[in-house]
């Protein structure tokens, strides 16, 4: 069992920044990929960024390229999102998740997330 927990979330005007930061406990063995996702109130689910398990490997959502992070501190087993120049569209409750998939398609699809955090809020107003 692995357990995920995001903190980090808040509230931030416009153009302003977070970082998400997702800990991980328990046995990572066979844990290929992190992702982070995102939903909206009545939106479905989307992917916005994962990361390999050695973190040399990372893919983005196209509309978060260039403004998110995501970096891994295995010391520490912890995955962060930097979010910076957020938007007001990129409100929703943030999920990271762990799984034994391939990195292809990481973004894309939430397939082989096995372990999921609690979420955390990301609120973007001014």
């Known amino acids: 069992q692995l357990q995920l927990v995001e903190s980090g979330g808040g509230l931030v005007q416009p153009g302003g920044s977070l970082r998400l930061s997702c800990a991980t406990s328990?046995?990572?063995?066979?844990?290929?990929?992190i992702g982070w996702f995102r939903q909206a109130p009545g939106k479905e689910r989307e992917g916005v960024s994962c990361?390999?398990?050695?973190?040399?490997?990372?893919n983005y959502a196209d509309s978060v390229k260039d403004r998110f992070t995501i970096t891994r501190d295995n010391a520490k087993n912890t995955v962060y999102l930097q979010m910076d120049s957020l938007k007001p569209e990129d409100p929703a409750i943030y999920y990271c998740?762990?799984?034994?998939?391939?990195?292809?398609?990481?973004?894309?699809?939430?397939?082989?997330?096995?372990?999921w955090g609690q979420g955390n809020q990301v609120t973007v107003s001014s």
């Open positions: 998740a762990a799984g034994p998939r391939r990195f292809r398609g990481c973004v894309s699809s939430d397939g082989g997330y096995v372990y």
């Open positions: 990361i390999s398990s050695g973190g040399g490997t990372t």
């Open positions: 328990g046995d990572t063995s066979g844990v290929n990929v």
